[in-house]
């Protein structure tokens, strides 16, 4: 079963402090996602990453950056988080190269900035 | 720009009767079509994928079908353990779903 793990379910942080959200996959795929997911908006694409140390910019991704150092680990910042930056966000990971290209999701973070 | 619409937005459901979701869809080339299910306050479960117009797929109480403008979620005799928000994406550039704002399903016991 392919599992992806996001380093806290809940967080609590303070306008303008820098956030780190980690994200581990454990089925070796070389695509790893970041979204948020907001009521009345869906899931929206932040960054993505098909390889170590490379990203491509999502949908939304002012106010946020990713790191990837290792294939299994992907990494989203905000810089200086601000109140609109409260959000669910979810990782996920795929790989085409193992006959598909879905996306499997981890548990989500809910980030709440105060 | 791709296009997805879910229908109905809720869905009231006694147990045991049995209904559609609906996922209708505009893309300029469909790579592929996915079904998410998604509890309060988790991560999207990854439950089917469609490539081609004529596909369905089973798991338990829910079979998928795949129209060259939507695509069907039927979900048979349901129990209250199937209550969940259903979302629908669709890929038509790599690595890119474009997500529905999904259905969210109540099966009364």
């Known amino acids: 079963d392919v599992k992806v793990t996001q380093s806290s379910r809940y967080l609590v942080k303070r306008t303008g402090e820098k956030v780190f959200l980690e994200c581990v996959q454990d089925m070796d795929h070389e695509n790893m996602f970041w979204y948020r997911q907001d009521p009345g908006l869906g899931l929206r694409l932040i960054y993505f990453?098909?390889?170590?140390?490379?990203?491509e910019k999502g949908d939304i991704p002012e106010g946020y950056s990713v790191s990837r150092e290792k294939k299994e680990r992907f990494s989203l910042i905000l810089e200086s988080a601000s109140t609109n930056q409260t959000s669910m966000y979810l990782c996920?990971?795929?790989?085409?190269?193992?006959?598909?290209?879905?996306?499997?999701f981890g548990p989500g973070t809910r980030l709440t900035v105060l | 720009e791709d296009q997805v619409t879910q229908s109905p937005e809720a869905l009231r459901l006694q147990e045991g009767e049995s209904s559609s979701l609906n996922c209708s869809y505009t893309?300029?080339?469909?790579?592929?079509l996915f079904w998410y299910r998604q509890d309060p306050g988790k991560g999207p479960e990854f439950l089917f994928t469609?490539?081609?117009a004529g596909e369905e797929k089973e798991k338990e109480r829910l079979k998928a079908t795949l129209t060259k403008k939507e695509s069907f979620l039927h979900i048979t005799a349901p129990k209250p353990e199937d209550s969940a928000t259903y979302l629908c994406?669709?890929?038509?550039?790599?690595?890119?779903?474009?997500f529905g704002a999904g259905t969210t399903v109540t099966v009364r016991a």
């Open positions: 469609l490539y081609s």
């Open positions: 990453s098909y390889d170590v140390k490379m990203k």
């Open positions: 994406a669709v890929q038509a550039v790599r690595y890119k779903l474009s």
């Open positions: 893309v300029s080339g469909l790579r592929g």
């Open positions: 996920a990971s795929s790989s085409l190269l193992k006959g598909t290209d879905t996306q499997y």
